[in-house]
């Protein structure tokens, strides 16, 4: 499978303004909202069974002791792979909503 | 109730037409991992369940009796924890062909339940469409109902039924809280009628390497749930405080990795020490049943069967169940706790350098005691890869049967000095040095491995961190009745086996006096012909005996020395089996044979389970090729070195 065409890529390809957030570098306790997900689809999958899809709420809220996310979505705790969280497009929830 | 009549008149009825008269409901009982879900089969089932394996895999099937209400019974099979249907893994794939139908000796069933834990209904929901899709009666059972409600959550359940169009019992199978709900439920299944087809791939509909399509279904599911759980005015439950207290400790920079170790050192200790006077119980029960036996018997070859074959062959084998099932007990209060989890994400880091993950941790640390449970417990690695890498370098891992054969050795040609003040003696040393030497070997085979046969994409890492729990006594227990059962099952049948082909090979040709003197018997003449191959490594046609009657299982070659310089030996009894061993073999080439056990893989029910685990010879002979390949050139090396 061709990793680098844009179709293995997951969720719509819509850039924020204003370059583009990870997962990995959001702060803890920050809740943003998925994009996308730069994965391959044999990758994304067992995010996507566990509720990580486009749209969804994530919340850093705890760092491993090896520096690796755990976070909050839909009130499951899930811990990823620090890679794996900067394969996750994100974007900050804007205080209107 | 059925019409009989016409079942005795209608001489056209099919075979199958007649099963599905005579057979009880068959109900399955699904939900992801975590859920609960084997905690409520459980609950229903108690000890009415037996366990086997599904047909040409290793995945366990666990089917038991419900007694309902007036008489009736139904058997519930409880399938494994699964994310969803996409086959990506082992449990994945069984789930499915159960759900579907397609397993043989096991009809489609007849009615579905379906647990979730509500305190995360949405993602745990993503099941639901597809089991409806099966179009078959429903059960939706909404467990941790009352951590729900502890927490703030709450949820219009009879909304929710509504809605999705099944039947919803809210439970607590911890403490037992709705099971009688199930139990109505489950009394109410109705045989499925014959000749209605199949629901046949309807839980395959998400199609795999076409990426669009897939995030797209997930998506629109996903869409669908959350009107759905909005409308049955779901309310999330807050932040589970208590797991969360726990996890500032278990998971913080500082004191996560040192509960991490001392858990590790823990389980260790229990195999190694406090595992110890069970197993010497059970040594003198086997010895003092064995000598009962052989004063009721006159002597002659039957007796020679039955004590010198089978009593010493498959004793020295159950004598591992104490230390097996202290390990089971162990890795079941940790991961029904919640704590495995954790521990797999502290070790993530370091597998992950080499090759492997976090969730290999588990099957690794169980390979101390095994490897055969061990590579079931690969199973719940999710990277196919991943999940073979783990279990080919699981057998490096210094199994228990290991332990016997060091020990011999160890204490025959390892002086007892100390080598660091009081603290490390060199028998401790080899010991430590012979674990070493696996670990060693499992990680540049992985690294290998990873880097070749098994290059992957890159992939994800996800995992699941189920809120603590305390473990249910009655659950543990259960599984370790099983483990003893699986355990005992196999020691009475390739084991026995086995040693009953050995005694055969020992007691012929038969001279004129009876059986002949082991050099000379079929066994001592296979002894004589791999000589020369082991030759190099110092080894005379008595070990070469060993290795290979050891190919069964590694301790029996403990057994086997016995029994040749016993047969030899058997005017001075003396001479105890260390002492011949110093006669007989040099210093440098006991050191070779621990290297060599250290390496080879020495088990027959290993590579027996690898080809069931991996579908094929392939695996197996490679695994096992490599292992003899490691073993012969260590073996050689340290005979040059020392």
Redesign the interface.
């Known amino acids: 499978?061709g990793?680098d065409t844009p179709?293995?890529?997951?969720?719509s390809r819509n850039e924020e303004p204003g370059g583009e957030l990870r997962l990995g570098d959001i702060p803890l306790s920050q809740t943003v909202e998925l994009v996308r997900?730069d994965?391959?689809?044999?990758?994304?999958?067992?995010?996507?069974?566990?509720?990580?899809?486009?749209?969804?709420q994530i919340c850093p809220?705890?760092?491993?002791?090896?520096g690796?996310p755990?976070v909050?979505?839909?009130?499951?705790?899930?811990?990823?792979?620090r890679?794996?969280a900067d394969?996750l497009c994100v974007r900050l929830l804007s205080d209107a909503s | 109730m059925r019409d009989l009549s016409t079942k005795a008149g209608d001489a056209t009825l099919t075979s199958t037409q007649v099963e599905n008269e005579s057979r009880s409901p068959l109900i399955a009982l699904i939900g992801p991992p975590n859920s609960g879900k084997t905690t409520l089969f459980n609950r229903l089932t108690g000890l009415r369940q037996k366990v086997a394996n599904y047909p040409g895999v290793t995945v366990e099937k666990y089917v038991g009796q419900v007694q309902c209400d007036s008489e009736r019974n139904v058997e519930l099979v409880d399938l494994p924890g699964v994310?969803?249907f996409?086959a990506?893994t082992l449990d994945e794939q069984v789930t499915r062909d159960v759900l579907e139908g397609q397993v043989e000796d096991l009809p489609a069933p007849d009615a579905v339940v379906l647990i979730v834990d509500c305190?995360?209904?949405?993602?745990q929901l993503?099941l639901v469409e597809p089991v409806l899709k099966l179009e078959i009666p429903t059960l939706l059972v909404l467990n941790m109902w009352d951590e729900l409600e502890e927490r703030g959550g709450s949820l219009n359940e009879l909304e929710l039924a509504d809605l999705l169009g099944v039947e919803v019992v809210k439970t607590n199978a911890r403490v037992g809280l709705g099971v009688e709900g199930v139990k109505e439920f489950l009394s109410q299944v109705e045989v499925r009628e014959s000749g209605v087809p199949l629901p046949e791939h309807v839980l395959s509909n998400v199609p795999?390497?076409?990426?669009?399509p897939?995030?797209d279904a997930?998506?629109a599911r996903?869409r669908h749930l959350d009107k759905v759980v909005d409308r049955a005015s779901f309310v999330?439950?807050g932040?589970a405080e208590s797991?969360?207290a726990l996890?500032?400790v278990f998971?913080?920079?500082?004191w996560?990795?040192l509960v991490f170790l001392a858990v590790v050192v823990v389980v260790f200790q229990s195999i190694f020490t406090w595992a110890v006077p069970l197993m010497d119980g059970v040594d003198l029960l086997i010895t003092t049943s064995g000598e009962w036996l052989a004063s009721r018997l006159s002597d002659g070859w039957f007796r020679s069967l039955v004590i010198d074959g089978v009593w010493a062959g498959v004793g020295s084998v159950i004598i591992f169940l104490p230390q097996i099932l202290i390990l089971f007990l162990f890795l079941g209060i940790l991961e029904d706790s919640g704590y495995m989890?954790r521990a797999?994400?502290?070790a993530?880091?370091v597998m992950?350098r080499v090759g492997l993950q976090?969730r290999a941790f588990l099957p690794l640390l169980s390979g101390y005691a095994c490897a055969i449970p061990a590579i079931l417990a690969a199973r719940t690695v999710?990277d196919e890869r991943d999940r073979l890498a783990t279990i080919f370098i699981t057998p490096f891992m210094t199994c228990s049967a290991r332990l016997p054969v060091y020990a011999l050795l160890i204490a025959a040609f390892i002086p007892e000095g100390r080598l660091l003040g009081p603290f490390l003696g060199y028998r401790a040393a080899v010991l430590l040095g012979l674990y070493g030497l696996g670990i060693a070997a499992a990680v540049v085979t992985a690294f290998l491995l990873k880097r070749t046969l098994l290059r992957a994409?890159?992939?994800?890492?996800?995992?699941?961190?189920?809120?603590y729990r305390l473990p249910s006594a009655r659950s543990i227990g259960l599984r370790l009745l099983d483990r003893s059962k699986i355990f005992l099952r196999r020691a009475g049948s390739i084991i026995f086996a086995v040693t009953i082909v050995l005694w055969v090979l020992t007691q012929f040709p038969r001279t004129d006096a009876g059986p002949p003197p082991i050099e000379d018997s079929a066994l001592g003449r296979i002894g004589q012909t791999i000589e020369p191959a082991i030759e190099p490594l110092g080894f005379d046609w008595r070990i070469g005996v060993g290795l290979v009657t050891s190919l069964a299982a590694r301790e029996v070659i403990v057994g086997t020395l016995g029994t040749i310089y016993g047969v030899e030996d058997a005017t001075d009894d003396s001479i105890t089996l260390q002492e011949t061993l110093r006669r007989d073999l040099t210093l440098p080439a006991a050191i070779g044979l621990l290297v060599f056990f250290a390496f080879a893989l020495q088990c027959m029910s290993t590579v027996a389970v690898m080809r069931r685990e991996t579908g094929g010879w392939k695996w197996p002979i490679l695994q096992f090729s490599y292992m003899l390949f490691l073993a012969y050139s260590g073996a050689f090396i340290a005979v040059q070195i020392f």
């Open positions: 499978m990793l179709k293995s890529m997951l969720g997900i994965l391959p689809s044999e990758g994304a999958e067992p995010l996507l069974e566990r509720g990580v899809l486009p749209g969804c809220v705890r760092s491993s002791p090896t690796d755990i909050s979505v839909d009130g499951s705790l899930l811990a990823l792979r890679e794996t394969c | 994310h969803g996409s990506r305190t995360r209904l949405e993602s993503m795999r390497g076409v990426p669009l897939m995030i997930f998506t996903r999330s439950p932040p797991t969360n996890d500032s998971l913080h920079r500082t996560g990795p989890a797999a994400v502290i993530d880091r992950y976090g999710e994409q890159p992939g994800s890492f996800v995992m699941d961190l189920p809120s």
